[in-house]
């Protein structure tokens, strides 16, 4: 029997992540067939340095695949099976603001934890509603797989904006972090483990990992990890880090471990519970933003410009978004029912008993035709529950305040937030922030 073929359009299509994520796409077409793929982007010119490459890219590789780049919302919209949704409002240089003004008054500046996180989820909050209204209108069917970040503000906006929207949100940090876990325990891939996972995005503990046979790994993991973190002893820093900071990540997952010895932590804990830590190493004047507009972005334009202009993809640098293939079983799962065990970011809902059930949070689902069903955690301990109740207190005063248009209610946010020392620190946060996100951010008061 003929599978059915799908059409996806990618929202943020001006994204350096597109094209790896074609590639990706085109590679998994066994598994998920295509018939159109289309980019997405609100600003055309952005978008137009990637698109020629991109349509030279599926051309050939089949050019029965029908390519669109767009910046019309119906068109972009119309007859499409599945969104990608990767959208940065503000792009990098609010990014890049996003992370200095924290550093400024000595706290954290990361783009999705602390007060960094809540600055672009009030930027973010309006731009994936829109792409939600534009999906309902013109393809009702269509399901949304949303990785814009930052995800748990986003996913909370989701549930009280658009609790019947065929949207499912989902991260690939805690994927990332497998794939070092596996290498650490000797599997060949993530997929032979069957992981237990509970806490809200960016703010999660692994409590189980198990192979096929039903053996238990957690306790050879924690070992590891008080040991060595979430590097191997013998790599240095010539394993898969795309760079030093990421190699410095997984080192300090030793000190995250050493706090709760029974618990494996995501990395990005890093930042509220060594917070100083991060500050003392980022240099306030060259962050991550910086880091991506010098290399990733230049990179990528630069090759897909090459691209365009010698009208072929051969001998390309580009590399297929193997990290990336989560989507694709996602799309699949959805598409063909094939109850993938996945990490996903939905309300609570009684999965985790002693926790608010209206919170979103991210724990294992089963994915089918209907989309997904949580897996019961059961009840959490108190150090965990702490911290996640205090977080998603930020996250839901963020969303107040957008929704309600009130400064007193992102004071309250930034003032919450673990990483901020002082309400009074985080007034002059919200102060500058304000004067720099005008154009985006609701007007507060
Ligand atoms: P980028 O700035 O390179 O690209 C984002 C694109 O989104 C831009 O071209 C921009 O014009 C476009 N955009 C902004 N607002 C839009 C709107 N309302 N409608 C349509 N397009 C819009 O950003 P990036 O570094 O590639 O990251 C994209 C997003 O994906 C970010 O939110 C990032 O954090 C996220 N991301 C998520 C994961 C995950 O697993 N959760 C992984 C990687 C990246």
């Keep these: 029997m003929n599978k059915k073929k799908f059409s996806v359009v990618i929202a943020g299509g001006g994204s350096t992540y597109t094209p790896e994520i074609i590639l990706m796409l085109l590679d998994n077409m066994d598994r998920l067939p ?21 349509e030279i890219i599926v051309r050939e590789k089949d ?28 792009q990098l240089p609010m990014r890049e603001k996003d992370e200095k003004i924290p550093l400024k008054y000595g706290v954290v500046g ?19 509603l829109e792409n939600i209204e534009y999906m309902e209108k013109y393809s009702p069917n269509c399901w949304m797989l949303n990785y814009s970040n930052p995800a748990a503000i986003v996913a909370e906006a989701c549930r009280r904006f658009k609790p019947d929207a065929r949207v499912i949100n989902i991260c690939d940090m805690p994927i990332g972090m497998e794939n070092n876990i596996a290498k650490i325990l000797g599997f060949n891939d993530r997929k032979e483990m069957t992981v237990r996972y509970f806490g809200l995005n960016h703010f ?8 096929d046979d039903g053996n238990e790994y957690i306790d050879k993991l924690l070992a590891h990890q008080l040991e060595y973190g979430n590097t191997l002893p013998d790599e240095g820093n010539n394993g898969d880090y795309t760079d030093n900071s990421w190699y410095e990540t997984a080192k300090k997952v030793k000190d995250l471990t ?70 694709v079983d996602l799309a699949t799962a959805l598409a063909f029912n094939t109850h993938e065990r996945m990490l996903l970011i939905v309300r609570n809902n009684g999965a985790i008993e002693n926790f608010d059930k209206d919170a979103m949070v991210e724990i294992p689902c089963i994915v089918g035709k209907d ?20 977080q998603v207190a930020v996250e839901k005063l963020t969303v107040d305040a957008y929704e309600q248009g009130s400064y007193h209610k992102l004071w309250q946010a930034l003032t919450l937030s673990k990483t901020v020392p002082s309400a009074n620190v985080a007034k002059k946060i919200l102060d500058d922030y304000i004067e720099v996100n005008k154009e985006y951010w609701p007007e507060l008061k």
């Design 63 to 90: 050019p029965s695949i029908e390519f669109v780049a767009t910046t019309d919302p119906e068109t972009a919209y119309t007859d499409v099976d599945f969104c990608l949704a990767h959208i940065r409002v503000g």
């Design 204 to 211: 999660g503990w692994w409590t189980s990992i198990k192979d």
């Design 110 to 128: 990361q783009e999705t934890c602390g007060p960094g996180g809540i600055a672009y989820g009030m930027r973010s909050i309006p731009g994936v």
């Design 371 to 390: 989309g997904y069903e949580p897996i019961t955690i059961g009840t959490i301990p108190t150090f965990q529950k702490g911290l996640m109740e205090q």
């Design 34 to 54: 295509l018939r159109a793929i289309k980019l997405y982007d609100n600003d055309e010119e952005r978008q137009g340095r990637l698109a020629k490459a991109c």
């Design 258 to 327: 050493a706090i709760d010895p029974t618990m494996a932590p995501n990395s990005y804990f890093q930042y509220y519970l060594f917070g100083d830590d991060m500050v003392a190493h980022t240099n306030p004047e060259y962050t991550r933003a910086n880091q991506v507009m010098d290399g990733r972005e230049k990179r990528v334009f630069g090759e897909c410009a090459r691209i365009a202009e010698a009208g072929t993809a051969e001998g390309t640098s580009l590399e297929i978004g193997i990290h990336a293939s989560f989507i």
